[in-house]
């Protein structure tokens, strides 16, 4: 676990420029998500999990599948939605994806309800994991799902401030490993 953390972390600065002072690192994965904290690009705090899949990119995954649209559209989907629009509670992946059924049989756009998936997400991260850290600014967020503007957008809602997403913000763990195994850093 400790290197996973730390290949992570050292390619997460690396890639958004904050290899000095301090920072939170941002990974909401397909099944569970991970927030480090950093100071100097050294991991010294972290929280891991997640009670369900459904505040992870696979509720996003399964939010898409519902719309009919590749994953990489939800993200353009959300941001022309309004998340308040549309119920959605993302707690659960059976009771969100109910949520969904639900609120797209009430006629509800399907912006509405792409943004209010990415909304849910990030507020059930906020609340199952950023809750059990000091988090500190700024807030990198990475990994496939940091490719999802409407998710980031959400992020940046509830944390009230935007994230930074570095170029290529996926391959956090190939950039970190191949830092590390050069010894660059």
Not at 13 to 31: N, P
Not at 134 to 147: F, Y
Not at 153 to 171: C, H, N, T, W
Request: contains cysteine; hydrophobic residues 40%.
């Amino acid at each position: 676990m400790q290197e996973e953390l730390t290949v992570n972390s050292k390619g997460a600065v690396w890639l958004a420029d904050r290899q000095r002072g301090e920072a939170t690192i941002l990974d909401i994965g397909g099944m569970d998500n991970k927030a480090i904290t950093v100071r100097d690009g050294v991991p010294d705090n972290f929280t891991m999990g997640g009670i369900c899949a459904g505040a992870s990119g696979r509720f996003l995954e399964m939010t898409a599948k519902r719309l009919k649209i590749e994953i990489t559209e939800l993200g353009r989907l959300a941001d022309a939605g309004d998340w308040r629009n549309a119920k959605m509670n993302s707690y659960c992946s059976v009771f969100g994806i109910q949520d969904l059924v639900t609120t797209l049989g009430e006629g509800k756009s399907f912006e509405d309800v792409a943004a209010a998936a990415c909304h849910s997400v990030a507020e059930q991260v906020y609340e199952q994991q950023l809750q059990e850290i000091d988090v500190r600014h700024p807030i990198i967020q990475v990994g496939g799902t940091s490719l999802i503007s409407g998710l980031v957008k959400a992020v940046g809602e509830v944390l009230g401030e935007k994230p930074i997403v570095p170029p290529d913000s996926q391959y956090i763990g190939a950039v970190g490993g191949a830092l590390l195994s050069s010894g660059f850093l």
